[in-house]
């Protein structure tokens, strides 16, 4: 296993593990992922392997078949998706042998081989050697490099370039001694830099070994080695700098003897252990990478099933049997658990008894049952309850799985009773329900062909056999009289038959069951039997494995065996061509079942291959046949599921619908003997998309609304919008602003997972500049007086999109506006020049301005005396009166008559002494500037003078009467010159 640094991938060669291997796997995103390459090196036990930086390729060097048999010397390269192999002599290549070390030495551009032994070691015959020679590889050619000084011969020796000396640096390795017939260990280091070895003195060194793990850590610049052994597996790990070794302490994986190569840069700051569990190594502590969280332990039901469409395992635990809250639904995808939802307001209602499955035509995660007759469904990591006329009625234990041959979810059986209390007036059922198309209908069958009811059997597609296979189960009758099946059932073509098989599981339900693909048979696991009164008897932790219509027992040995469960999850995971068990205990295990064979020794066996598994209509799958014993030759013959069919052990075939396909090949040899292999295959409606834009023209800047649906296609899909002025778009739906003008090509590109692509568009834009922004502002008068409103108003003209409008320079008291035009009431006298500045989306902005001058208002100013006439010794009041103006208001009183004294500022008080007309005068400014004259005259008259006389006048008067009636006249005439004359002095008021 090395790091493709090219693909930004692990790649394992799987040579020998027990059994004879050559698979290829990659490991990326936390998945790992099987090959189906075209070529490929044969099963190889002591080959290794390295990724050539220079080349950018694997090579692949060495190793043999498992046992005695020769090493070879042949050089494999893998790059892209395929192997190839060099041929021996022209490449010049180093003798055969095994578990040489290799490296790539970037100093020199080559990978590095040392050492390695001739043959697999025989401690009986004692034949072969070891060796100590050092080879360069590059552009496909061998060649001897040097290496003065070696280091002793030896095989297995680990072996890395060193970043601190420019060089590689190897450790440990084992030497077969032939005429001793033992082995031994070192446990030296050796540096290799300019073509010559070198030993290095270092302090501490670990045990010797070969086989170790032993890679350069660039987070701790420190070499790391893990593992290996002599003829017993260690599992100490130990850190390499500066000359000297130290043991790292703490948890420990797994022991490993070499099969368990370390690869760093994987993951982020971390070295990588590949095994099971793998393991991280990261600051000198190793953490196990079991997928954490994981679900919890459950009380109620638990229901698991492979949702394709969405590429995880959905895992659903339910509450107990009474207990009416939202399941809990989890996820399993690259090896590890994530809760979706956690009895969240909008889930599924169920308690202990519901069954779930994927449906392949509807593309969706199916649950019914429990507490309710309820349907509901999972896709896009959310549930919808489906509102059906016609339901089965509500169940515990129905046994529900997709019927590929029939085209629908079969479900079987049930109980309306609680697990527990099944005595207690039941019914158990022995109908038959399909679902599809979102819709359920009950499957009409003779009399002669429905299965015994039951509740909690094992139901599973058998793609081998190609029928529905069926097993176990509990049914219950009063008083307290239960039983568990052990009986297998068959079900194609709307018909049950019942099965004979030689051995069987023993009695059970709630067991697990799956479909192992990889090899072709059916997997049950746990479950547990019933006892009469209707109570568990214990959960069991046995495997059975159903091929060729019998039951076999796995036996798994002393290590890794599941714990007993009760009600497993249980599923096959296509990606990672396993099975996958959750039990009650919280843990997870993986179950990966060695290879079966159908049929007795010699007798015709079958495999097909195809590639891919998966594609859009119209997708051209390849498919690839084999067959084992039987009297060659051999006549093979395909159906593709869709009414085509093919003949050959290797054809192609177009797939133009979706749908779920069942793949079957009939190898048919000489002698008339036949042999069965079954693929699945998963065609998606072919990958359509349909999009809008609007608008296609308009003034920059000039936003756009784009929307667009995605039709077929396997998920996710990688959206990508341009929109022609080097933005782009990743959404479906959205908005997109062209902020310039200009003629601007709109696309849209979406392609899936398997690298189809669909296109929408093109849309031509055109973007025109803005017309110019012109603003004009004018006042509804230049000039106003103080107290009045004014009124500010602009014209505006051109501009684009939204217009934002700024005042500046406003009268006080004026508050700015955010339109165009605002109404106020000065509060101060001024001449004021308020602007309007106006900017629009395109970033144009145009500015205008007016003067408004605010004036004060008229000063008006006047004098009254009171009395206006008095008698002499009668005091007189002048008071001022003004109005308008500009405050502060100032007075000034003119020169007063005798008598006369300013009170305060606004009135005079005049108490003159001798009798006739006095003016008093006074002016008034504001602020302004403006000024007002006032004048008023203060009359005063003399004491009247009595004369008396012998006889009246002419008039009847007395004498006195007519001198003083002369004198008033006199003094009244002269009061009137008086005021005359003053008059036209003052001028007009």
Not at 347 to 367: F, H, I, R
Not at 457 to 470: H, I, K, N, R
């Amino acid at each position: 296993m090395v790091f493709d640094q090219a693909e930004g991938r692990v790649i394992l060669f799987q040579g020998l593990a027990g059994a004879q291997f050559n698979a290829t796997w990659t490991f990326a995103n936390g998945s790992w992922v099987q090959l189906h390459v075209l070529h490929s090196p044969p099963p190889l036990w002591g080959a290794s392997m390295v990724y050539d930086a220079a080349d950018r390729e694997v090579v692949l060097f060495g190793g043999g078949a498992l046992g005695e048999g020769p090493y070879s010397n042949d050089t494999w390269v893998f790059s892209g998706a395929d192997w190839s192999v060099l041929n021996a002599s022209a490449a010049g290549a180093p003798p055969a042998r095994g578990n040489p070390s290799m490296s790539y030495d970037p100093t020199i551009g080559k990978v590095v081989l040392f050492g390695g032994t001739n043959r697999s070691w025989n401690y009986r015959t004692c034949l072969g050697w070891t060796f100590r020679d050092t080879w360069g590889f590059s552009a496909g050619h061998w060649g001897r490099v040097g290496g003065a000084n070696p280091p002793e011969a030896r095989f297995g020796a680990s072996l890395a370039f060193d970043p601190a000396t420019g060089g590689l640096l190897l450790f440990g390795g084992g030497f077969l001694f032939c005429n001793r017939n033992y082995t031994t260990a070192w446990n030296d280091t050796w540096t290799y830099l300019h073509g010559r070895w070198s030993q290095t003195n270092t302090s501490g060194a670990p045990p010797g070994r070969w086989g170790a793990a032993f890679t350069y850590d660039p987070s701790d610049s420190e070499f790391v080695l893990f593992g290996g052994g002599t003829f017993s597996q260690l599992n100490d790990s130990w850190m390499y700098a500066n000359a000297s070794w130290r043991p790292i302490l703490g948890p420990q994986p797994p022991g490993s003897d070499g099969a368990s190569p370390l690869i760093s840069g994987l993951l982020s700051g971390a070295l990588f252990l590949f095994g099971i569990p793998a393991w991280a190594l990261s600051r000198g502590n190793w953490t196990s990478l079991d997928p954490r969280p994981v679900p919890p332990t459950y009380n109620g039901g638990l229901l698991m099933a492979y949702d394709a469409k969405d590429g995880y395992i959905l895992f659903v635990i339910s509450g107990p049997t009474y207990d009416t809250h939202p399941v809990a639904t989890w996820k399993f995808q690259n090896g590890a658990w994530t809760e979706l939802s956690a009895g969240r307001s909008g889930d599924p209602l169920t308690g202990n008894g519901a069954t779930m499955a994927y449906d392949p035509v509807d593309q969706y995660v199916v649950l019914f049952g429990g507490n309710f007759n309820v349907t509901w469904t999972f896709q896009g990591g959310s549930w919808t309850r489906l509102n059906l006329t016609t339901e089965p009625p509500a169940r515990w234990g129905t046994a529900l799985a997709f019927d590929p041959i029939d085209g629908y979810l079969l479900m079987f059986g049930g109980s309306d009773c609680y697990p527990g209390y099944w005595w207690i007036g039941c019914t158990w059922s022995s109908a038959s329900w399909g679902f599809v198309d979102g819709a359920w209908f009950q499957i009409q069958l003779r009399s002669g062909d429905v299965p015994p009811a039951r509740a909690y059997a094992a139901l599973v597609f058998d793609s081998a056999e190609g029928y529905m296979l069926m097993f176990g189960g509990v049914e219950c009758a009063p008083p307290a009289n239960c039983t568990v099946a052990n009986d297998s059932l068959a079900f194609a073509h709307g018909t049950w038959t019942s099965l004979r098989t030689v051995a069987s599981p023993r009695a059970r339900a709630f067991a697990g069951i799956a479909y192992d693909a990889e090899n072709e048979s059916v997997v049950l696991t746990g479950g547990s039997g019933v006892d009469s009164s209707g109570g568990y008897n214990g959960a069991t932790k046995d495997t059975w494995s159903f091929s060729n219509g019998a039951w076999h027992n796995v036996s798994f040995g002393s290590t890794f065996v599941p714990t007993a469960a009760f009600s497993p999850g249980f599923g096959y995971i296509p990606e990672l061509r396993l099975d996958l068990l959750v039990l009650t205990s919280g843990q997870t295990w993986q179950l990966q079942l060695a290879a079966t064979t159908s049929g007795p020794p010699g007798a015709l066996r079958a495999s097909a291959q195809e590639a891919p598994a998966a594609g859009d209509a119209a997708v051209t799958i390849h498919v690839v046949g084999s067959a084992a014993g039987g009297v060659p030759p051999d006549y093979y013959l395909w159906n593709f599921g869709d009414g085509a069919s093919g003949e050959g052990a290797t054809t192609n075939h177009t797939y133009n619908t979706s749908g779920a396909f069942l793949v079957s090949m009939v190898v048919v040899d000489a002698a008339g003997e036949q042999a069965n292999a079954w693929l699945n295959v998963t065609v998606f409606a072919a990958l359509n998309v349909s999009a809008s834009l609007t608008p296609w023209s308009g003034v920059a800047p000039l936003p756009i609304t784009y929307r667009a649906a995605v039709q077929g296609g396997g998920a996710p899909f990688l959206i990508r919008w341009d929109f022609g002025d080097g933005a782009n778009g990743v959404l479906l739906d959205g908005s997109h602003t062209f902020t310039n003008a200009g003629t601007f090509t709109v696309s849209l590109l979406v392609s899936d997972r398997f690298g189809t692509t669909a296109s929408g568009g093109p849309w031509i834009v055109h973007v025109s500049r803005p017309p110019p922004l012109v603003v004009s502002l004018n006042s509804s008068s230049n000039s106003v007086t103080l107290g009045q409103s004014v009124e500010l108003n602009a014209r505006v003209q051109g501009g684009s999109g939204a217009i934002s409008y700024s005042w500046q320079g406003l009268p006080n008291g004026c508050a700015s506006a955010i339109g165009p035009s605002l109404n106020c009431t000065p509060t101060a006298v001024g001449t004021y020049a308020p602007s309007l500045t106006a900017s629009d989306s395109a970033g144009q902005f145009s500015s205008s301005s007016t003067i408004v001058s605010v004036v004060p208002p008229k000063l008006n100013f006047a004098l009254t005396a009171s009395p206006s006439v008095s008698s002499l010794g009668t005091p007189v009041v002048i008071a001022s009166q003004y109005s308008g103006g500009a405050p502060p208001i100032s007075l000034r009183w003119g020169p007063l008559p005798g008598g006369c004294r300013a009170v305060g500022s606004t009135s005079v008080n005049c108490d003159v002494p001798a009798a006739g007309v006095f003016s008093v005068e006074a002016e008034v400014s504001d602020k302004s500037g403006q000024s007002a004259n006032a004048t008023v005259s203060i009359i005063v008259e003399a004491p009247a003078v009595t004369a008396r006389g012998p006889s009246l006048g002419p008039f009847g008067l007395s004498g006195g009467q007519e001198l003083a009636l002369g004198f008033g006249i006199g003094v009244v005439a002269a009061a009137l010159v008086t005021w005359f004359s003053v008059r036209r002095r003052a001028g007009p008021r």
